[in-house]
């Protein structure tokens, strides 16, 4: 069975950072991408960023590219998403996702397990 | 840019069938066949009902079901249950935005 755990999120003050984390398991990790999509409170999913299987090639939304840095450690089984500078804009639930393939060009545009997610709160 | 467009709201009676629509604005038709829908109930993570337009992943009810016609996707659900009250989301692909999601569209059961 998949199982995603997100960890790392909390109330954090605006322009500080945050390192969130995903533990995996249940799957071969390595061979698929994985994503961090987010919700803001009473909004629509919105996708963040997402990584190939082997960490090689990265993805980002324009409405975070410069402030946010997703990785994997194959070893661990974990994907992170590092978000400096944040705003208050940045508040929401922050959903690990699988995806269904190893990333572009994989033909596998799904993403077929999510965790419950970790809160991110941007507040004085 | 491409764009989803869902409508916000739907409503159907238990035992009716109700369809959402997802229309792709712009460009990159050609990539739009990587489809797929999203259920989410309050308070829970979103669930994959369908991929690649129509394909329904092990487990999901056959009542649900996807098509598409030129840049429009459309979710069906049929025989309406309660449970399916929930908030529902289309992804797609394009070669200049790896993920997009519909705006999503609340399901009322009523």
């Known amino acids: 069975e998949v199982q995603l755990l997100e960890s790392g999120g909390g109330l954090v003050q605006p322009g500080g950072s945050l390192r969130l984390s995903c533990a995996a398991s249940g799957f071969t990790f390595s061979t698929f991408a994985m994503s961090w999509v987010r919700q803001a409170p009473g909004k629509g999913l919105e996708w963040v960023s997402s990584?190939?299987?082997?960490?090689?090639?990265?993805y980002y939304a324009d409405s975070v590219r410069g402030r946010v840095t997703i990785s994997r450690d194959n070893s661990r089984n974990t994907v992170y998403l590092q978000i400096n500078s944040l705003r208050a804009g940045d508040t929401a639930i922050y959903y690990c996702a699988k995806d269904g393939g190893w990333g572009l060009g994989s033909g596998k545009y799904w993403f077929d397990s999510w965790g419950q997610g970790t809160l991110v709160t941007v507040s004085s | 840019q491409s764009a989803l467009t869902q409508p916000a709201s739907v409503s159907g009676s238990p035992g009716q069938s109700i369809t959402i629509s997802c229309t792709e604005t712009i460009n990159d038709v050609g990539t739009y066949n990587y489809v797929s829908w999203y259920q989410q109930h309050p308070g829970k993570a979103p669930k994959l009902i369908i991929y690649d337009v129509s394909n329904r992943p092990s487990g999901v009810s056959n009542r649900f079901s996807g098509s598409k016609s030129g840049n429009a996707a459309s979710l069906t659900i049929s025989g309406l249950q309660t449970e399916d009250e929930a908030d529902y989301y289309c992804?797609?692909?394009?070669?200049?935005?790896?993920?997009?999601f519909g705006g999503g569209t609340k399901l009322t059961v009523l």
């Open positions: 992804r797609s692909y394009t070669s200049s935005n790896y993920v997009i």
């Open positions: 990584v190939s299987g082997s960490g090689g090639t990265t």
